[in-house]
């Protein structure tokens, strides 16, 4: 059966490659919605879960992944940085801190459903305010959960407890798990 990447995101693509070597992409273009009172948990499987369903309902044939990632600290889910100054915010509020990833997953295969989240913790580094300028001139905060990706840069993170492709964006143990149980990948 073909898979479905319901998610336009390259790091995802290049850790769902490492399961499977061929598979398609087609982005969802659900408006994503949120109920901020669940655990981070739930949040993070109801917003891949509506990826899947959206790819899902348009390409009923296919098995179909989604998947979403959260980065929650003290209580509140912070995701993609609004503008450069909004990265810079998020940076220095972990910085030094432990704070949880979850990606949330949902396969939609047939009349089958998995779905689950992984979290991971993650310990940052005493960022110093010029790393913190340089690191978001570069671009590359504005499009990940948290204002960062830990494949970025080995000066951001000390340590992690978890998967580190959970991190990134795809927690690969368990998906690979997952795409085994449903026939999808031997």
Not at 77 to 99: C, F, I, Q, Y
Not at 162 to 169: A, D, E, H, P, R
């Amino acid at each position: 059966m073909k898979l479905i990447l319901a998610s336009a995101s390259p790091r995802r693509r290049e850790i769902l490659s490492a399961l499977i070597p061929s598979f398609e992409i087609v982005p969802a273009a659900c408006e994503e919605r949120v109920d901020l009172t669940l655990p981070p948990e739930e949040i993070a499987r109801s917003l891949a879960r509506q990826k899947a369903e959206e790819v899902f309902s348009r390409r009923p044939e296919a098995a179909v992944l989604g998947a979403d990632t959260i980065v929650y600290f003290r209580g509140k889910v912070l995701g993609k940085p609004k503008d450069a100054e909004d990265a810079k915010r998020t940076l220095r509020m972990l910085s030094g801190n432990t704070h949880s990833v979850f990606t949330g997953y949902c396969i939609l295969c047939g009349k089958n459903r998995a779905e689950g989240a992984c979290e991971t913790q993650v310990e940052f580094n005493a960022l110093p305010e010029p790393f913190i300028e340089e690191y978001v001139a570069g671009g590359s905060p504005m499009d990940k959960a948290g204002s960062y990706g830990i494949q970025d840069d080995a000066r951001l993170v000390r340590a992690y407890r978890g998967s580190y492709t959970n991190i990134v964006g795809l927690p690969e143990e368990a998906i690979g798990a997952e795409l085994r149980k449903l026939g999808i990948i031997q």
